[in-house]
């Protein structure tokens, strides 16, 4: 992989210096504002998707609030497990940063001292944005686009090559999507009982505040139907 990176002629290198290239014709500010959405504004809101989608699940209640849960508690855990099983990869591939081998680009963040594949911030962005996809589609379509775009700013950025990138796409999707199974059987049983908890249940489900406000009888064992149990999220 490092001797790819420093032939001038290939693919991965031609796209860097085109995308690149972009940040030496644009606006000083322009490079600061990405380098901000590319380092921490596109990561930030992900993750506030993720929030976003946790509270209408609990606000939305119902039988299917501890799966749905446990879907969105993947999604950070799956994120972090990528970026752990890229460590090794890293250390084996062992490829520069492309400013390192390459002349005349125009690197936006300084200090990037590691090597460049795989991308931990496009591994990172894609777990995320995959995991939450599983639990709910429109949330989920909205991250896995904020996590290309993302994708592209780093090499807009100068501090990766396009295969960095893809390879992070790569392996933050198979991370959740292949271990969402494991996840969602460790997962579901304690969000279940985080539900029966008269304390915590909150954060699962708000279904007692809202039984108390609608002042319905409710017969301990009965089951209640859910409004909108044909448009459950979940997709595992």
């Known amino acids: 992989m ?35 959405v590319g380092e921490y504004g596109l990561l930030f809101a992900i993750v506030l998707l993720v929030l976003w989608c946790w509270w209408s699940v609990r606000r939305r209640g119902g039988e299917g609030a501890a799966s749905n849960v446990a879907a ?3 999604a950070p855990l799956a994120a972090g497990v990528a970026v752990l099983v890229n460590v090794p990869i890293r250390g084996f591939v062992e490829r520069p940063r492309p400013f390192k081998t390459h002349d005349g680009l125009e690197v936006l ?5 590691d090597f460049s594949f795989v991308s931990d911030h496009a591994t990172l962005c894609m777990a995320l944005a995959v995991a939450l996809f599983v639990a709910n589609r429109k949330f989920g379509l909205v991250a896995i686009v904020l996590a290309v775009f993302g994708g592209f700013i780093r ?9 960095d990138v893809i390879g992070g796409f790569a392996l933050g999707t198979a991370v959740a999507l292949l271990l969402s199974p494991v996840a969602m059987a460790l997962l579901t049983p304690l969000t279940r009982a985080i539900e029966r908890s008269p304390r915590v249940g909150w954060l699962v489900s708000a279904r007692g505040r809202d039984d108390a406000a609608g002042g319905d009888a409710v017969i301990p064992g009965a089951r209640k139907e859910s409004a909108g149990a044909g448009e459950r999220d979940l997709a595992a």
Request: proline share 6%.
């Open 109 to 113: 963040v300084q200090g990037k001292e």
């Open 2 to 36: 490092a001797g790819l990176a420093e032939s001038g002629a290939n693919p991965d290198v031609e796209l860097l210096y085109d995308i690149n290239g972009l940040a030496k014709d644009a606006p000083h500010w322009f490079d600061r504002v990405m380098e901000f």
């Open 155 to 163: 090499v807009y950025m100068g501090v990766h090559y396009p295969t």
């Open 72 to 74: 969105l508690t993947w």
